[in-house]
Nanobody
Framework: QVQLVESGGGLVQAGGSLRLSCAAS????????MGWYRRAPGKQRELVAT???????HYADSVKGRFAISGDNAKKTVYLQLNSLKPEDTAVYYC?????????????WGQGTQVTVSS
């Protein structure tokens, strides 16, 4: 059974920081591109950041320079460090594990963790 369990969300004031964690089980962690997505109230889900098994990262323009994604293969955990938080960062943040295979793709999601940024 594949599980992605997010934690670390909460309420924080603008300018503050938060670190989200996503613990993965049931997958070969190093074979996946891990990512964080978010869905803000009334908006569609958007990509926040991804990290490949080789450590290559991508960030949405809206968070670049403020957020940092990292992974720990031993712990099978991906992190998202959120700094200089803004009210518009308020969203449910979802962990994603993706692998493009020859025969099939694998795409898994966590349940989400709420991040609320007050002004």
């Amino acid at each position: 059974q594949v599980q992605l369990v997010e934690s670390g969300g909460g309420l924080v004031q603008a300018g503050g920081s938060l670190r989200l964690s996503c613990a993965a089980s049931g997958i070969i962690f190093s074979a996946y591109t891990m990512g964080w997505y978010r869905r803000a109230p009334g908006k569609q889900r958007e990509l926040v950041a991804t990290i490949s098994s080789g450590g290559s990262t991508h960030y949405a323009d809206s968070v670049k320079g403020r957020f940092a994604i990292s992974g720990d293969n031993a712990k099978k955990t991906v992190y998202l460090q959120l700094n200089s938080l803004k009210p518009e960062d308020t969203a449910v943040y979802y962990c994603n594990a993706f692998h493009r295979g020859n025969a099939y793709d694998s795409n898994y999601w966590g349940q989400g963790t709420q991040v609320t940024v007050s002004s």
